[in-house]
C-alpha cells in the first residue's frame, strides 16, 4: 500500500512593516504564546491612528498605510535588515533610501520620502512610522501566526480560470499536501509544524488587500465576491496561535493532529 503524501511547510514569510513587502525566511523559531518572528512589528499611521504605544491595543487596518488602502505601495519594496535594524526603501522614480530605525531623525525623512512617492492625493494625512514596542499590527488579535493551504488557493484558481499569487494572501506560513479547505474546518484543532505546536484560532477572513496584483499594486481581481459568490464564505488561510514554540524551517512536516 502507497502511503499517503506527507504534507510540508512550502515557504515562510515575515512583514516587518505592516503592509509592506513579505520577506522570504528559510527558518525561524516560534515561541510559545507569540507572534511569528519579525511580523508587523511596525506599522506606518496615516494619521493620528489613535495608537498609543504606553496602551497598545488593536486598532482597524485602514488607518495604516495598507494595500486595502492604498494598493500602490505593493510597488514600493522594503526589506529589513534585523541584525542593525535598517530599513530600505525602493520605489520607481525616487531615490533609495536606508534609515536607521528608532532614530527620530531618520525616521522622519522615511515619512517624508514616502508622502513625496504616494503624492498628496494618497497620503491625506501626515505619515507617522509606528513601533510596536512589542504589540504587533496584526489585521486581527487573534493573527499570531497565519497559515495558508496552498490547495486551498490552486482550487480557487481553478474556478476563476486565472493564476492567483499567494502573496495575495500575505500569510506567514504556506503549507503544500494538505487537501483544499480542510483549514476551515480545524479551529481549535492542533497542529504541528516542524518542531512546533499550534492551535486553529479562525478562519481568515480577507479584504480588499488581496485584490491588489503583489507585483504591480493594481486592483485586478475581486476574490473577496469570488469567495463568497464561488464557497459561500470570505475565507483563505487559518490564525492559529502557538503552544509548543521550536524550530520551523521550509521542507518541515505539517500535520493536523
Known amino acids: 500500500m502507497t502511503a499517503p503524501p506527507v504534507a510540508t511547510v512550502a515557504a515562510l514569510y515575515r ?43 488593536h486598532i482597524s487596518k485602514m488607518r495604516f498605510t495598507v494595500l486595502a488602502r492604498l494598493p500602490q505601495i505593493a510597488r514600493i519594496r522594503t526589506q529589513w535588515d534585523e541584525a542593525t535594524d535598517t530599513l530600505s526603501l525602493t520605489a520607481p522614480g525616487a531615490l533609495d533610501l536606508t534609515v536607521q530605525l528608532g532614530d527620530p531623525v531618520q525616521e522622519q525623512a522615511l515619512e517624508t520620502w514616502l508622502t513625496d512617492v504616494l503624492g498628496e492625493e494618497e497620503a491625506t494625512a501626515p505619515l507617522r512610522l509606528l513601533d510596536g514596542a512589542g504589540h504587533r499590527f496584526m489585521d486581527d488579535p487573534a493573527g499570531a501566526v497565519s497559515v495558508l493551504n496552498l490547495a486551498s488557493v490552486r482550487d480557487l ?26 483549514e476551515n474546518d480545524v ?44 464557497y459561500g464564505h470570505r475565507w483563505c488561510g487559518l490564525y492559529c496561535s502557538v503552544d509548543t514554540g521550536g524550530a520551523l524551517a521550509v521542507g518541515d512536516p505539517a500535520e493536523f493532529n
Open 157 to 182: 484558481e481553478s474556478r476563476l480560470g486565472r493564476p492567483v499569487d499567494p502573496l495575495r494572501f500575505r500569510a506567514n506560513v504556506w503549507v503544500e499536501g494538505w487537501p483544499a479547505w480542510i
Open 15 to 57: 512583514h516587518p512593516v505592516k503592509g509592506f513587502t513579505p520577506e522570504p525566511l528559510d527558518r525561524v523559531a516560534l515561541t510559545a504564546g507569540q507572534a511569528f518572528p519579525g511580523d508587523r512589528l511596525r506599522a506606518i499611521e496615516i494619521g493620528p491612528s489613535g495608537f498609543d504605544p504606553a496602551a497598545p491595543a
Open 187 to 230: 479551529a481549535r484543532r492542533t497542529l504541528t509544524l516542524g518542531g512546533t505546536r499550534l492551535t486553529g484560532v479562525k478562519p481568515i477572513v480577507r479584504c480588499a488587500a488581496t485584490h491588489v496584483d503583489p507585483a504591480t499594486g493594481v486592483r485586478d481581481l475581486d476574490l473577496v465576491a469570488a469567495l463568497h459568490d464561488l
